[in-house]
């Protein structure tokens, strides 16, 4: 193998190049990206990037010395637009690259809301562009609108708070983050937002924007009406695949793999939040998962798979996600989606520290931790040993003491 690409300069690209070049993979290899930027990290676009005035140069994921010592053919600035597996190339703009291994790595982009239209003053949140226009409105703006109290949403208000703007949350959800975490457990979380002041509407959605050359109001779903300077919608991501339509390859939320990162061609492999991946730990079932944890470790499987098909590795993790919010931290492991039971074994919502736990059967499935770092890292290890719930409890009489 001498002529590798990688599909997508984010956070998944660069790590498989890193991992690439780790291995002693010393052919060509081509890293293509959408942006104009340099690999760049995402998660403070909807914190410190908002919150105070951050330089983008600081989010760049790699220096320029070590940049120089990966000896990438990079095109940036221009999206890969067509896969001929077939012919083994990849097209760039009006040139064709060949490879004898690919790693597919476009992620997604943000979801838009339907209604609105060409409205001035409705921002999504995925590019440094994005963080920088926010940014500017918020200096400007009295009163923000955020659409989804998702972890990109709730980052959003947080720092539109710190900025002195007043802050409404539209979730259309009967709390925030349920679909992730449960009612209970949700709803504490909304508890949160509603003790730093903001306004929290839950139930309810956006059914009109008024505004003459930029939004001015918003009508909800049950008739009422908020004044706003700037919205700001975080209601998801939609996989990066449009350019694999005609490729022959699996398209279903995202782009399908098997449990290797393999997408059922040779020499072929995705990672990061355009794959589709079963996930061992998890039970196998295919999981389409927008991590920075996820993205990492695809990265580095999706490398090594790649150059030793014939040993390849499954991916078995646990997953693991954190949201920095107001001064508070919030950080989830396993899986909290499909549980029997959710239990408070530390803390409680009224004290502003918890940790709560998720059983499945009689296993430990997952954990969410609201300030409480050190006993979460000792639940995390619990998971990764596919603890079961009676030590679970047994961890939790021992760190109450």
């Known amino acids: 193998m001498n002529e590798i690409v990688v599909v997508g300069a984010s956070l998944a690209g660069l790590r498989a190049c890193q991992n690439l070049r780790r291995a002693n993979f010393e052919g060509n290899l081509t890293l293509v990206g959408e942006?104009?930027?340099?690999?760049?990290?995402?998660?403070?676009?909807?914190?410190?990037?908002?919150?105070?005035?951050?330089?983008?140069?600081?989010?760049?994921?790699?220096?320029?010395?070590?940049?120089a010592e990966l000896n990438l053919n990079l095109i940036l600035g221009s999206p890969a637009t067509r896969l001929d597996t077939e012919a083994h190339e990849v097209t760039v703009g009006d040139e064709t690259i060949f490879y004898d291994g690919l790693i597919i790595a476009t992620g997604a982009r943000a979801r838009k809301l339907s209604k609105s239209n060409d409205t001035g003053g409705i921002h999504t949140l995925r590019t440094v562009e994005d963080s920088l226009a926010i940014r500017s409105a918020l200096q400007s703006s009295s009163s923000v609108i955020i659409v989804g109290a998702g972890f990109i949403g709730s980052e959003v208000a947080a720092a539109a708070l710190h900025r002195g703007c007043k802050v409404s949350i539209i979730e259309a959800g009967a709390a925030p983050l349920m679909r992730g975490l449960g009612y209970e457990v949700g709803s504490a979380c909304g508890r949160l937002h509603q003790s730093h002041g903001v306004d929290l509407r839950v139930g309810v959605q956006i059914r009109n924007i008024y505004g003459s050359h930029t939004v001015e109001e918003v009508e909800l779903t049950d008739g009422s009406r908020i004044g706003a300077d700037l919205v700001v919608v975080g209601v998801g991501a939609t996989p990066n695949t449009e350019w694999l339509n005609d490729s022959g390859l699996t398209i279903d939320d995202g782009l399908v793999c098997d449990t290797n990162l393999n997408v059922g061609v040779a020499g072929i492999y995705a990672a990061g939040d355009v794959a589709r991946v079963p996930n061992q730990w998890m039970g196998g079932r295919p999981l389409r998962t927008e991590h920075w944890t996820t993205a990492t470790e695809h990265a580095a499987l999706a490398a090594k798979n790649l150059l030793q098909p014939a040993d390849s590795t499954a991916y078995d993790s646990v997953p693991f996600v954190w949201s920095d919010q107001y001064e508070d931290r919030i950080q989830i492991a396993g899986d909290t989606n499909d549980f029997d039971e959710v239990s408070f074994l530390m803390g409680s919502a009224e004290e502003g520290a918890f940790v709560v736990a998720y059983r499945k059967g009689e296993r430990l499935a997952g954990v969410m931790a609201l300030n409480s770092m050190r006993p979460f890292v000792q639940y995390r290890r619990l998971l990764m040993a596919h603890g079961q719930w009676n030590q679970a409890l047994d961890?939790?009489?021992?760190?109450?003491?």
């Open 35 to 67: 942006e104009k930027h340099l690999p760049y990290d995402r998660p403070p676009l909807s914190k410190t990037m908002l919150s105070t005035e951050q330089d983008p140069g600081e989010l760049s994921l790699i220096s320029a010395p070590d940049l």
């Open 395 to 401: 961890l939790a009489q021992e760190l109450n003491g």
